[in-house]
């Protein structure tokens, strides 16, 4: 009887003791469970520059390898105001990381939205992403535009310069053929000469024959006189 009765309390004694393991196995595999499930934790999201570019990363960390689908949506005034985009992501022992382009202005809000059934049936990374207080490089340097002048304008430069010209008095005008003949070349001291005593190209020949007219003349004079001196004689 004694040897019945020990060995219905060693029985009772293992089935708590295996009660108990079972128990701690099945909480230690849920633990385990849930430490592998897909949660919002493991999302991180962050407004950068790629370049000249403005982005915004989100990473993904979940090692389990669940698919989720990431949206994301610019907000004001604590309110959607437009939906910059949606990805779908599995997640990596590394991280996966996926890219949205935004061109993004100084200290802008944006929420990011996370899906993956059936352990993350909706929910936000917290806190919102900000973007830096400053624009990436090149986006906020747009070049003014040179202002072209109107028709009106181009029009009324040449009167402007006329109106500029000083306008020729009286005197000034009268005095303008004065100053156009001035222009003329004089003739030379001889030619002026011959201009004032009336000469041309015909006076040396006129003197030749007049001085050939004296000359027959004095000689038939001569020869007369001679004559009358001989007949005399």
Not at 15 to 25: D, E, F, I, M
Not at 201 to 222: D, P
Not at 225 to 232: K, N, Q, S
Request: charged share 20%; net charge negative.
């Amino acid at each position: 009887m004694a040897v019945l009765s020990i060995s219905r309390r060693t029985i009772a004694r293992s089935a708590r003791a295996l009660g108990v393991a079972s128990a701690s196995a099945a909480l230690a595999l849920s633990a385990s469970g849930t430490a592998l499930a897909c949660n919002i934790g493991e999302f991180s999201a962050e407004a950068k520059c790629d370049g000249t570019q403005g982005v915004i990363t989100v990473t993904d960390v979940d090692k389990a390898g669940v698919e989720a689908t990431v949206s994301v949506y610019l907000v004001e005034n604590n309110a959607d105001v437009r939906k910059v985009g949606e990805q779908t992501v599995k997640g990596s022992k590394e991280g996966t990381t996926i890219t949205f382009e935004e061109a993004w202005q100084p200290n802008a809000e944006y929420r990011v939205h996370v899906v993956a059934l059936p352990y993350i049936k909706g929910d936000d990374i917290s806190p919102n992403v900000t973007t830096p207080a400053t624009a990436c490089k090149g986006e906020d340097e747009t070049p003014t535009p040179t202002a072209t002048p109107s028709p009106s304008e181009s029009e009324s430069t040449p009167a402007e310069e006329e109106s500029d010209s000083p306008t020729p008095s009286a005197s000034e005008s009268s005095t303008a053929p004065a100053e156009t003949s001035s222009n003329v070349p004089t003739p030379a001291a001889g030619e002026s000469n011959l201009a004032e005593t009336g000469a041309n190209s015909n006076t040396g020949v006129i003197a030749g024959i007049a001085v050939a007219l004296v000359a027959l003349g004095g000689g038939a004079v001569f020869f007369g006189l001679r004559r009358r001196g001989a007949g005399t004689r």
